[in-house]
């Protein structure tokens, strides 16, 4: 493999010249990738990694096609987006194909961030209401504007939460307020939502948006219960508020039945405003926003003009029609559903062997591993989740864990992933779950855990990760102790002892 540098010498560099707070995967031994394709990745010694994290890399890793699209456009013409260009309008024409009629007007960002932006632009916008309703555990973007309504990022900071942000139940029918076991637990969580706004109005406030992804991804691959999503919108547009549905990670196909997940909780259900990014451009950067025409002429009353230098640029325009051309001609939604159910069955019968599976939720290629120390309980088993993706990176397996106890094993690879694939990954992880039950004295019958302390060795980068982890974590939240959760540095020290 060509390099500029070494694995150290890089390392070096990035700690010289690249911010602290730009974090890398498995930071206390990263991996250098030099190469990709498909869902596989390689590092500078030639290992191979299946890839079960990006998302990004939508329909594969330097897919041949996309790569193609972009060189040809850029041999040609790449320019701002005031010139007259057919690669934008085409584009916005087969993307508003894929969305429900009403949703019909694009804007073009860089990013996610940006889309995430621009939507509460147009949401405040439109009847020139201030304040937004978001979900706990929430995450939106990196700008100032979404910082504030992600709840999975100012909780951590110093930041006080904004008078004009209101932070509405997770949905969570596992680990929420509302779970399986309640008779209505869509109403139950709409209604929560619903006080909201009536505690709002009391105040003389006025309600913006509600703003949600259509699955929740950083707060731990939480899916909705069927008929939210209508109650709250219902709720939302009468408090003469928008919906906002974030797709920046979920869309595009990935839970294969539908084209975005907002289209699994029914036909009757279509929001406001969709935003989107990562999978867009399979790794180029590009997102949008997508609108009604009566939401964008408000935008557009304001007198403001809105101008983006790079957002539909020909050579974007041009990438993403070619990753909708794959996601068509390669049936990527129909793999995403047969791989998907194989996947979940694979893992359904992990639950039953493995007392650390607490609940396998999911739809399509996004499915998260929910671990716990007890079922009864619930108990998140954070430090064995850090075990366990360090552990599967020795085996050549990428996984990453998320959710407010960080004890969700998130998996969503590439669109091409294969039933092989979800056979290998699910071996190993049983391997490492045998192991860690084994060295726990754990019992294996399902739904039965003793929950004593874990005497699996940890890999050491997964320990010193932790203790970071948990003494920022502390410093930043000093509820969690409060709350009576065990921190990460005890679990550490029990996979050690």
Same mark, same amino acid.
């Given at each position: 493999?060509?390099?500029?540098?070494?694995?150290?010498?890089?390392?070096?560099?990035?700690?010289?010249? #690249?911010?602290?707070?730009?974090?890398?995967?498995?930071?206390?031994?990263?991996?250098?990738?030099?190469?990709?394709?498909?869902?596989?990745?390689?590092?500078?010694?030639?290992?191979?990694?299946?890839?079960?994290?990006?998302?990004?890399?939508?329909?594969?890793?330097?897919?041949?096609?996309?790569?193609?699209?972009?060189?040809?456009?850029?041999?040609?013409?790449?320019?701002?987006?005031?010139?007259?260009?057919?690669? #934008?309008?085409?584009?916005?024409?087969?993307?508003?194909?894929?969305?429900?009629?009403?949703?019909?007007?694009?804007?073009?960002?860089?990013?996610?961030?940006?889309?995430?932006?621009?939507?509460?632009?147009?949401?405040?916008?439109?009847?020139?209401?201030?304040?937004?309703?978001?979900?706990?555990?929430?995450?939106?973007?990196?700008?100032?504007?979404?910082?504030?309504?992600?709840?999975?990022?100012?909780?951590?900071?110093?930041?006080?939460?904004?008078?004009?942000?209101?932070?509405?139940?997770?949905?969570?029918?596992?680990?929420?307020?509302?779970?399986?076991?309640? %008779?209505?637990?869509?109403?139950?969580?709409?209604?929560?939502?619903?006080? /909201?706004?009536?505690?709002?109005?009391?105040?003389?406030?006025?309600?913006?948006?509600?703003?949600?992804?259509?699955?929740?991804?950083?707060?731990?691959? #939480?899916? @909705?219960?069927?008929?939210?999503?209508?109650?709250?919108?219902?709720?939302?547009?009468?408090?003469?508020?928008?919906? /906002?549905?974030?797709?920046?990670?979920?869309?595009?196909?990935?839970?294969?039945?539908?084209?975005?997940?907002?289209?699994?909780?029914?036909?009757?259900?279509?929001?406001?405003?969709?935003?989107?990014?990562?999978?867009?451009?399979?790794?180029?950067?590009?997102?949008?926003?997508?609108?009604?025409?009566? #939401?964008?002429?408000?935008?557009?009353?304001?007198?403001?003009?809105?101008?983006?230098?790079?957002?539909?640029?020909?050579?974007?325009?041009?990438?993403?029609? %070619?990753?909708?051309?794959?996601?068509?001609?390669?049936?990527?939604?129909?793999?995403?559903?047969?791989?998907?159910?194989?996947?979940?069955?694979?893992?359904?019968?992990?639950?039953?062997?493995?007392?650390?599976?607490?609940?396998?939720?999911?739809?399509?290629?996004?499915?998260?591993?929910?671990?716990?120390?007890?079922?009864?309980?619930?108990?998140?088993?954070?430090?064995?989740?850090?075990? /366990? /993706?360090?552990?599967?990176?020795?085996?050549?397996?990428?996984?990453?864990?998320?959710? @407010?106890?960080?004890?969700?094993?998130?998996?969503? @690879?590439?669109?091409?992933?294969?039933?092989?694939?979800?056979?290998?990954?699910?071996?190993?992880?049983?391997?490492?779950?045998?192991?860690?039950?084994?060295?726990?004295? %754990?019992?294996?019958?399902?739904?039965?855990?003793?929950?004593?302390?874990?005497?699996?060795?940890?890999?050491?980068?997964?320990?010193?990760?932790?203790?970071?982890?948990?003494?920022?974590?502390?410093?930043?939240?000093?509820?969690?102790?409060?709350?009576?959760?065990?921190?990460?540095?005890?679990?550490?020290?029990?996979?050690?002892?």
């Amino acid at each position: 493999m060509c390099e500029l540098y070494s694995k150290q010498e890089t390392l070096a560099l990035r700690r010289k010249h #690249i911010g602290p707070s730009c974090k890398v995967f498995f930071a206390a031994d990263p991996i250098k990738i030099v190469r990709a394709q498909r869902q596989y990745m390689f590092d500078e010694k030639g290992d191979q990694y299946l890839d079960c994290i990006n998302n990004v890399a939508h329909v594969g890793h330097c897919h041949p096609e996309v790569v193609k699209a972009a060189q040809k456009q850029m041999e040609l013409l790449n320019t701002n987006s005031r010139f007259l260009h057919d690669n #934008i309008v085409e584009y916005a024409k087969r993307l508003s194909a894929t969305l429900p009629d009403r949703l019909s007007v694009c804007y073009f960002t860089n990013s996610g961030s940006e889309a995430n932006d621009l939507a509460l632009r147009l949401a405040r916008q439109f009847r020139g209401h201030q304040d937004v309703i978001t979900l706990d555990h929430a995450y939106h973007g990196h700008l100032s504007s979404l910082i504030e309504i992600s709840p999975y990022k100012f909780q951590k900071g110093k930041d006080v939460k904004k008078e004009f942000v209101h932070v509405a139940p997770a949905p969570d029918t596992y680990r929420g307020k509302y779970r399986e076991d309640h %008779a209505d637990p869509a109403s139950a969580y709409a209604d929560e939502v619903k006080k /909201i706004i009536d505690e709002a109005h009391n105040s003389g406030r006025k309600i913006a948006a509600f703003i949600a992804e259509s699955m929740q991804s950083c707060g731990g691959q #939480i899916i @909705p219960p069927a008929g939210y999503f209508q109650k709250v919108a219902e709720y939302v547009r009468g408090a003469g508020g928008v919906f /906002i549905a974030d797709e920046v990670q979920v869309g595009f196909g990935r839970v294969g039945k539908h084209f975005w997940s907002f289209q699994m909780f029914g036909e009757d259900f279509v929001p406001d405003i969709v935003t989107m990014g990562k999978p867009m451009g399979n790794g180029h950067p590009m997102a949008c926003v997508v609108t009604t025409k009566e #939401i964008a002429e408000a935008f557009s009353a304001s007198g403001m003009e809105y101008f983006n230098t790079y957002g539909g640029n020909p050579v974007s325009s041009a990438v993403g029609l %070619a990753v909708l051309d794959v996601i068509k001609n390669e049936d990527l939604q129909g793999n995403a559903t047969r791989v998907g159910n194989y996947l979940t069955d694979l893992l359904n019968k992990q639950k039953t062997k493995h007392t650390l599976i607490g609940d396998i939720r999911g739809v399509g290629l996004f499915i998260g591993i929910d671990l716990v120390k007890d079922h009864q309980q619930r108990t998140p088993a954070t430090a064995e989740a850090q075990h /366990i /993706i360090y552990k599967m990176k020795e085996k050549r397996v990428l996984l990453s864990a998320d959710g @407010p106890h960080r004890n969700v094993l998130k998996i969503k @690879p590439p669109m091409c992933f294969t039933e092989e694939d979800a056979k290998f990954m699910v071996e190993q992880l049983d391997g490492i779950l045998t192991g860690l039950e084994e060295a726990t004295g %754990a019992e294996t019958e399902s739904g039965i855990s003793k929950n004593t302390p874990c005497r699996a060795k940890m890999p050491k980068e997964a320990q010193s990760e932790l203790l970071r982890d948990s003494s920022l974590e502390s410093r930043e939240n000093p509820s969690q102790k409060r709350n009576g959760l065990c921190t990460d540095s005890l679990l550490s020290k029990r996979l050690r002892t």
